[in-house]
């Protein structure tokens, strides 16, 4: 079993649709959780940052952490063209850990 | 400066030969990531440094795989004998650590794409 688990996708959405990505992971010593953003051909971007269990909001995007289930969730409203991209969970165990990468789902925005 | 440099952004090798990839950090960064990233996805942790230091080396395949981060000098990542499963995306990361806790946000670089032929 791998220690981040994300369905691959691809997903395949209208524009202006509500979108759920989702992770489930297996290390209770998990305590930073991120979604990353990735372009074809760059690096991954920074989307949300996350300490422990709970919810973060920033414009469009959510991000929810519920610690005891293991789960995590990235919700992006108003979804545009300009979303479509490969999203990556990730986490870590302490502040300057490395960064566990989920496999990424693959999201297109269609207009 | 304030993205993360890597060089060169594409390298061809042929199996056996040596690859050295080199990431120049954020000034003031003080922790460095190496990631691999096989097949578009499924990106792998190799190391990381603090400062000069090794701070966290359990990805690294030991046999051909070596990394420095020397002060005033940009970070590198060798591979010598390179294998065709060597072939992937290498990604830099850099991140500040203001202190235990804090938002630490890893910033990525473009990668170096590294085809073994």
């Known amino acids: 079993q791998k220690e981040v688990e994300q369905d691959p996708g691809p997903l395949s959405v209208p524009e202006g649709a509500i979108v759920s990505l989702n992770c489930t992971y297996s290390?209770?010593?998990?305590?930073?959780f991120m979604w990353y953003r990735q372009y074809s051909r760059k690096g991954p971007e920074l989307l949300m940052y996350?300490?422990?269990?709970g919810n973060k909001e920033d414009g469009r995007f959510t991000a929810q952490v519920d610690k005891s289930s293991k789960y995590i969730s990235l919700f992006i409203r108003d979804s545009q063209p300009s979303d479509s991209a490969t999203y990556l969970c990730a986490m870590k165990e302490t502040s300057y850990d490395k960064v566990i990468f989920g496999p990424g789902t693959s999201l297109s925005v269609i207009p | 400066g304030e993205e993360v440099a890597q060089t060169p952004k594409h390298l061809v090798r042929g199996e056996g030969q040596k690859a050295k990839l080199y990431c120049a950090p954020i000034?003031?960064?003080?922790?460095v990531f190496w990631y691999q990233q096989v097949l578009k996805n499924e990106f792998k942790f190799l190391i990381s440094?603090?400062?000069?230091?090794?701070?966290?080396e359990t990805g690294m395949p030991k046999e051909r795989f070596s990394a420095k981060c020397l002060p005033n000098s940009p970070c590198s990542l060798e591979i010598q004998a390179t294998k065709l499963e060597d072939s992937a995306v290498y990604f830099c990361?850099?991140?500040?650590?203001?202190?235990?806790?804090?938002?630490?946000?890893?910033?990525f670089g473009q990668g170096t794409r590294l085809t073994v032929v």
């Open positions: 000034k003031g960064h003080s922790y």
């Open positions: 990361a850099s991140s500040q650590l203001i202190h235990p806790g804090s938002d630490t946000e890893a910033f």
């Open positions: 440094f603090q400062n000069e230091n090794v701070f966290d």
């Open positions: 290390n209770s010593a998990f305590q930073y």
């Open positions: 996350t300490y422990s269990s």
